[in-house]
């Protein structure tokens, strides 16, 4: 089996709230990145257990392009006791958190991706205003509150160099799919002028930079 195909094979075994045809979405788009753009510099922000990681970063292996995967580790809202998608097995017993760095870890570390995902542990909004990096690929999956989702957008997108790719998950057109900010954000950055879509599976949506 090549590399990219047990890459492939195993993201489909880390947990995580990922389809298998946007996982493979996202793996063409950075495929096409890694190829436009050798060696250049990519973020995720929301990484979990490091699913989309891995998609992401069987592509950026190619070129030597590396991913910086963004998340506090402590969960989304809707990830919290209580709500839809909370996992019991994620708490840490010492603070009764959420914890999904050490599972993120192991993820990139049985993927043998360590050179090309780099963790970054922090606040979005923190991180964002200390990053100057363009970037050639930013994949937007972090909370989808509102106010979460719109910093992102803000705060996130104008790193995007020109050409560069924008994705955005959980884009869903009908109220009844899923919540409005990531719609939301999806509809402004194509009002700001500065960005097409080019491309979209399921709730993933793919843009480029025109300007
Ligand atoms: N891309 C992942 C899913 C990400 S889930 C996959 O493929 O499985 C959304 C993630 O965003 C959660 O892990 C949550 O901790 C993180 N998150 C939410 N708000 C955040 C914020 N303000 N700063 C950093 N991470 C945040
Ligand atoms: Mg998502």
Redesign the pocket.
Known sequence: MSRASSLLAFADT?????PRAE?LALYDEARRVARERPASTWL??????????V?LGAAAETSACVLF?????????E?QRGWEYFDESLVDPHDDR?N?LPFFQRTIAQAELERTVVALV??????ATHFDQSLDLL?I?????HD?AW??FENWTPKVSLGGTLLI?DVFEDPSEGGRPPYEIFLAALASGQFVEHAHEGSLRALTRVR
Request: aromatic fraction near 8%.
């Open positions: 880390v947990r995580g709230f990922m996982g995720e922000v929301g990484s979990w257990c490091g699913k989309s990681s998609y995967s963004l998340d506090h580790h402590h969960g989304s809202e990830n959420l999904t922090g606040h979005s909004e923190v991180v994949f999956d972090g909370g989808h509150a979460v910093r992102d998950h």
